[in-house]
């Protein structure tokens, strides 16, 4: 994959988690429905954190830490200006669980790059 597009599903993967993360609750896209379950909510959350530390990871090969330290200051960064939207609450347990997706989805990138040719340099 050219990395034109990593930047672009990147940018694309990280604006539809800043739309669902600070929307009101009303306009807020839902998996089954709005009376979900909560373990829908932690692996809807986990899960795109998840896609977005993979893509970083693409983006920083061998920038293990670099990678989770973005994808986790995302996650701590958008929890924290929920509080600034009225009907949304900021959580520390919601930040855990969007940073360890982040960071599961790094590392398991870091695993795959590991096994991929690399280019001659």
Known sequence: ??????IAATAICL????YATLVKMSGRPAL?????????IVLERFSAYGLLGFLLSFLLPGRIALACTLVMAVAIGLEALQTFTLDRDARLIDALQKSAGGVVGVI?????????????S
Do not use: D, K, N, T
């Open 32 to 40: 089954v429905g709005h009376s979900e379950a909560y373990w829908i």
């Open 15 to 18: 604006g539809l988690i800043v």
């Open 108 to 120: 398991l990138a870091q695993a795959i790059l590991i096994f991929l040719p690399r280019p001659p």
């Open 1 to 6: 994959m050219q990395r034109s597009h990593l």
